[in-house]
Nanobody, 114 residues
Framework: LLTESGGGLVQPGGSLTLSCTSS????????MAWFRQSPGKEREFVAD????????YYADDVNGRFFISRDRQKNIVTLQMTNLKPDDTAVYYC?????????WGQGTQVTVSS
């Protein structure tokens, strides 16, 4: 079971930190990623961290603004988001990468608005 938290309402240029926890210890040895979905759009990739935490990949439109990290001991994956823009408004989800049919959590809503 994946549980996302940390979302909220923030003004443009603001910051938020999202967290993802799992009761499944096997995730600690898998690549994990954050995805997001805006109303009327397909879910899209945001950022990935490999199993060891030593490699990270970002979508072009968040590169340089978002930072993904993980704590394998605590089985937590974090997404630090800075310089947020209205286009970042979405429900954010975490999952293994690729998801391969793994169930999605409820996500956490991020709204960027003045």
């Amino acid at each position: 079971l994946l549980t996302e938290s940390g979302g909220g309402l923030v003004q443009p240029g603001g910051s938020l930190t999202l967290s993802c926890t799992s009761s499944d210890r096997s995730f600690a040895s898998e690549d994990m990623a954050w995805f997001r979905q805006s109303p009327g759009k397909e879910r899209e990739f945001v950022a990935d961290v490999n199993w060891s935490g030593g490699a990270r990949y970002y979508a072009d439109d968040v590169n340089g603004r978002f930072f993904i990290s993980r704590d394998r001991q605590k089985n937590i994956v974090t997404l630090q988001m800075t310089n947020l823009k209205p286009d970042d408004t979405a429900v954010y989800y975490c999952n293994r990468n690729p998801p391969d049919g793994n169930p999605w959590g409820q996500g956490t809503q991020v709204t960027v608005s003045s």
